[in-house]
């Protein structure tokens, strides 16, 4: 796919980094989905792809901002392949790097608190992976279709 | 998120509607200290019926919950969750560590014979 035809798909979100506008964010998602014909199992793929997003974007404000919305911005992309294959979601923050010491699944023979997040996402998606790149924390998401 | 709450019985039934997220949490938690105040084993069945969406933190809360009324010889029961809200408690196997029932009617029962036991 050229990145004019990405470019021209794409849709970007900025948002304060509050957990107020976490639904609007969620409403975005479930909307781009209906753009996608032969989505399996609309309902549950739309709320299992809205959940993973979430669990990364609250991770962004809790974490990277400290839950201050004034602390930044998460500016977040998602595209839909024009071939209606899979969505693809990048989320970046500007606040501190991501502790990958978090990133151990918990283990799930015991109960936990904390550290559900990311294991939920990757449990979720077919692929979850940070980058610290110039100064900013750096999620991609992607979650592919099957055909209905 | 809707809260409202009712006492059938002794045993208090917490509703919820809307979106049980990280943004929602802090308020039903606060509700939950209020409930766990005075130490007497006391019950209470969260019905989650209008619940559309719960995340990691809304779990959180739900887990902080349960194990302060176990303190207390009480439970957290949850009943009525919506087919995709229960994805998260599945995934987590924190289905197995809940009293989850279909009803509210079946949880009042089991709540209401659990305090007699212990009366």
């Known amino acids: 796919m050229s990145s004019q035809s990405e470019l021209n798909n794409t849709i970007w979100l900025d948002f304060p980094a509050s957990l107020k506008y976490l639904n609007v964010l969620g409403s975005c998602i479930t909307a781009l989905l209906t753009h996608v014909k032969r989505l399996p199992d609309p309902e549950t793929t739309a709320y299992n792809i ?17 839950n201050k919305p004034e602390a930044g911005r998460i500016s977040i992309s998602l595209l839909i392949d024009p071939d209606e294959r899979f969505l693809k979601i990048n989320l970046i923050d500007t606040g501190i790097p991501f502790n990958e010491r978090l990133a151990v699944d918990p283990d799930l023979n015991e109960i936990h608190i904390h550290g559900y997040g990311l294991f939920i996402a990757r449990q979720l998606l077919d692929t979850v992976s940070y980058q610290r790149l110039d100064n900013k924390n750096s999620w991609l998401l992607i979650k592919y279709f099957l055909s209905a | 998120m809707d809260i409202t709450n009712e006492l059938i019985n002794d045993v208090t039934v917490l509703k919820l509607g809307g979106r049980f997220d990280a943004y929602a949490a802090p308020a039903v938690e606060k509700f939950l200290q209020k409930t766990m105040g005075d130490g007497r084993p006391r019950n209470l069945i969260v019905n989650l019926a209008q619940v559309n969406f719960v995340d990691s933190t809304a779990l959180a809360t739900l887990v902080i919950g349960m194990k302060h009324y176990r303190q207390q010889q009480g439970e957290l029961l949850l009943c009525h969750l919506q087919q995709t809200v229960r994805i998260i408690f599945e995934l987590t196997r924190l289905d197995s560590i809940f009293a989850i029932y279909a009803t509210q009617e079946e949880a009042l029962e089991r709540a209401q014979q659990s305090l007699s036991e212990k009366n």
């Open chain 1, 50 to 66: 809205q959940l993973a997003v979430h669990e990364i974007y609250t991770n962004c404000a809790l974490h990277a901002y400290g």
